[in-house]
């Protein structure tokens, strides 16, 4: 069952989910019913057997406008207590919860394409970094706006940037918080591809979901497994765990199915 969500949208159409951001007249912006929406929907999706794949798009003229300011001024009173000791600790653990959010779309074993159009600020990159894929539309613009709030990104962007993009460009965001369009975004590999419009970006994410969610689930899962591993730890590591992996999980009924497949000229058709 689909869980009820106030801030977030989630659609099942086959075996793509579509979660879309949905304060459009807020233009999306983060406040802390979608943090915990984000998190319920990508652990519904983790947990759907017949749910292959996920797309991540905004609603509305922006993807988002980042973290909600209401809901930023509202921490200190959240966190408050006599001893500041504890209310620094109070507050470590808010962050660390908005950081476990966020890190939700890397634990979901389904691949996450992301789809963005119009602005996507501050919390916004660091939301899209932890999707395996990101796309943008013409339109897109992004920036690394914690700065100019005298803040230091701390749910993501900085740990997960780097790794996309490099450590240079990285640093020139987040020091300046510049604006930069999806023509930069593409040459610097932030996004794999730029649509002409919102529309044809829809479309082109909805046709690579399609095509991933052809492929054998179990592999898929592998995949994302092995990619996100070897990005925190050593080649020799990564070898090990792969080849551990494969010989718990190689000799599958996918495995069958797509060599019968292949052999006979037919399409393959996967158990969730």
Known sequence: MIPTL????????????TVRLHRPDKLNAMNLAMWHDLRAAFRHIDQTPAIRVAILEGEGKAFTAGIDLQMMLGVGAQVRDA????TRE???????????TLS???RCRKPVLAAVHGACVGGGI????????????????????????????????????????GEGITRELAYTARKFDAAEAREMRLV?????????LRAGVRAMAEQIAAR???????????????????????L????TWNAAMLLSADLQTAMTAAMSETAPVFRD
Not at 83 to 86: I, N, P, Q, S
């Open 6 to 17: 106030e801030a977030v949208s989630l659609d099942v159409d086959g075996a793509i989910a």
């Open 83 to 86: 001893c500041d000791g504890r």
């Open 90 to 100: 109070n507050l470590r653990r808010v962050i660390l919860d908005l950081q476990d």
């Open 104 to 106: 939700s779309l890397e």
């Open 126 to 165: 660091d939301l899209i970094c932890c999707a395996d894929m990101r796309y943008c539309s013409a339109d897109a613009w992004f920036t690394i706006k914690e700065i100019d709030i005298g803040m230091v990104a701390d749910v993501g962007t900085l740990q997960r940037l780097p790794r996309l993009v």
């Open 192 to 200: 794999n591809r730029v649509f002409d419009t919102p529309e044809a």
């Open 216 to 238: 054998s689930p179990l592999a898929v899962r592998g995949v994302k497994e092995m990619i996100s591993y070897a990005r925190d730890h050593s080649v020799a590591d990564g």
């Open 240 to 243: 090990n765990y792969v080849a």
